[in-house]
């Protein structure tokens, strides 16, 4: 006996919009404009931009790198954790970790004991 494995068709995922152009957010329950909702690249999930930042604010600030949709495992790509954070100085912070990352993963990389080294 053979399993037949059925899709559900993508736009079966997407939140539903109402008539006066609103659409409630999945994380804070609030009904907001469209316009509210960024696009992600990764994922097909809509939140509002507030709950977003917010997310991305505390993920960023807790030293997270990989991070991924608040609904499911597809991980933000770094542009628009750039477009939703609309904030530099985190911006800088994020890519900042993502670096160090990438350098302890390194074998061939030495850090400098000297305290204050670049």
């Known amino acids: ?7 559900v068709p993508e736009t079966e995922h997407l939140p539903v919009i109402s008539a006066s152009g ?3 957010c999945p994380l804070c329950l609030i009904e907001r404009p469209v316009e509210d909702f960024p696009e992600i690249m990764t994922c097909h999930h809509r939140s509002c931009s507030t709950c977003l930042q917010t997310y991305l604010k505390i993920e960023i600030t807790e030293s997270r790198i990989n991070i991924s949709c608040p609904e499911c ?14 904030n530099q100085s985190l911006m800088d912070k994020y890519e900042d970790f993502m670096v160090r990352r990438v350098l302890v993963s390194d074998p061939d990389v030495r850090w400098c004991p000297a305290p204050d080294c670049g």
């Open 1 to 7: 006996m053979s399993k037949s494995v059925q899709t």
């Open 73 to 86: 495992t597809e991980k933000y790509h770094p542009n628009d954790i750039r477009n939703i954070l609309q």
């Open 22 to 24: 609103m659409r409630e």
